[in-house]
């Protein structure tokens, strides 16, 4: 059977989004190894946790603070994770009812399945955008997490080639665009200055943990909220946009 020209859009879109996303892959996984994880515990963080941002958060505040710094960075990354569940409730009429379909589903769930289904106006369209971008970031990345895991487990020095730096540049890049609201800017400087004021004396992981208050706090208070600037998931978002996400990629 012939595919259309849009499921050919649709699969190029999601093919290019998978090998954007697996270059982060081998500086995770030269990351962890430095971080003191094994290859072999690498690749398992990458097949079962698979959300970027969350891998790096745990591998940067183990890389600080050694085991010690585990409870920090399970919360911290648990923290980053829970958009996740969110990007869920908006996929579910996507997927449809099927139980098994969701449970895979929820592994795929993800910044980048997300942006690319919801990008796309047809349902037949944003379930092929869902499902296949999400299989070539999976597939794509745990590759890549192994590629970066050997390198580094092969490099005598691996923090010389200033990889630490690559989550907090990861972050900052996500959380750009943002900043043209006066909330986003608001919650971004306030949680700066709280964890740099915490840095020099709260143990590795903690800073972040707190700063996440910050946030927390103005979206409860709601605080600067501007009606105009909502954004509406299928009339008034920009192309490749999900409401409250960059066009662009989240370290997943």
Not at 11 to 26: H, N, P, Q
Not at 187 to 199: K, M, P, Q, R, S
Request: glycine share 10%; charged share 10%.
């Amino acid at each position: 059977m012939s595919m259309s020209p849009e499921s050919r859009r649709v699969l190029r879109t999601a093919v290019a989004v998978g090998l954007a996303t697996a270059a982060y892959g081998i500086s995770f996984g030269a990351l962890s190894v430095a971080a003191g994880l094994s290859v072999a515990q690498t690749c398992v963080m990458s097949l079962f946790l698979f959300s970027g941002g969350s891998q790096f958060a745990v591998v940067g505040i183990l890389a600080s603070g050694g085991l010690a710094a585990g409870p920090a960075a399970i919360a911290s990354s648990t923290f980053l994770g829970l958009r996740n569940g969110i990007y869920g409730m908006r996929m579910a009429p996507i997927v449809g009812p099927n139980r098994w379909r969701r449970v895979a589903a929820a592994h795929l769930t993800i910044d980048e399945s997300t942006a690319v289904a919801l990008n796309q106006e047809a349902p037949r369209a944003q379930r092929l955008g869902f499902w296949a971008t999400g299989i070539a970031v999976y597939v794509g990345w745990n590759l890549t997490t192994l590629l970066g895991a050997l390198i580094g487990n092969a490099l005598p020095n691996v923090s010389s080639l200033g990889l630490d730096a690559v989550a907090a540049a990861a972050f900052v890049g996500l959380l750009w665009p943002r900043l043209k609201q006066l909330q986003a800017a608001v919650v971004a400087a306030a949680a700066a200055v709280i964890a740099t004021v915490l840095i020099p004396f709260a143990p590795p992981g903690v800073p972040v943990l707190v700063a996440s208050l910050a946030a927390v706090l103005v979206g409860l208070t709601n605080i600067l909220h501007r009606p105009s600037g909502i954004a509406q998931p299928d009339d008034s978002s920009a192309p490749g946009e999900i409401p409250g996400l960059p066009a662009d990629k989240d370290t997943q």
